[in-house]
C-alpha cells in the first residue's frame, strides 16, 4: 500500500489550500481514510477521517467548518481542503488508512503516507 501525500505549502492566514493524497496498492472499498497533522513539539492529531464507500465523514472540533474532507474514488485520491487557514494550523499532513470503520485515533490506522509541510504565517 502506498499514500501519497501533496499540495502542502507556505500561505497567509485566511488562505486557502487543498492537500491531495494518491492512495494505491489495493481496494480501499472497506477502509476509512484520514488525514492527520502533527506541529513541532506535539503529538500527532486528527484532523479528518471518511468512509471510502459511503463518504460518511468526522471532523476534529478545532477545523470544523474550516476544513472538508473528500475523496475520488475513480482517481483514488483523497483531498483536504483547508480554507480560513490560521497560524495554529502549521503542521505536517498525513493521510492514512484504516480498516475500522470511522476511526480516529493514530493508533486505529494501518497505513500512513510521508507528510506534507503546511506553514500558515500571520
Known amino acids: 500500500v502506498q499514500l501519497q501525500a501533496s499540495g502542502g505549502g507556505l500561505v497567509q492566514a485566511g488562505d486557502s489550500l487543498r492537500l491531495s493524497c494518491a492512495a494505491s496498492?489495493?481496494?480501499?472499498?472497506?477502509?476509512?481514510m484520514g488525514w492527520f497533522r502533527q506541529a513541532p513539539g506535539k503529538e500527532r492529531e486528527f484532523v479528518e477521517a471518511?468512509?471510502?464507500?459511503?463518504?460518511?465523514?468526522w471532523s476534529a472540533d478545532s477545523v470544523k467548518g474550516r476544513f472538508t474532507i473528500s475523496r475520488d474514488i475513480a482517481k483514488n485520491t483523497l483531498y483536504l481542503q483547508m480554507n480560513s487557514l490560521k497560524s495554529e494550523d502549521t503542521a505536517v499532513y498525513y493521510c492514512?488508512?484504516?480498516?475500522?470503520?470511522?476511526?480516529?485515533?493514530?493508533?486505529?490506522?494501518?497505513?500512513w503516507g510521508q507528510g506534507t509541510q503546511v506553514t500558515v504565517s500571520s
Open positions: 496498492g489495493r481496494t480501499f472499498s472497506t477502509y476509512t
Open positions: 471518511i468512509t471510502w464507500n459511503s463518504g460518511i465523514r
Open positions: 492514512a488508512a484504516s480498516k475500522t470503520y470511522g476511526a480516529t485515533t493514530v493508533r486505529n490506522y494501518d497505513y
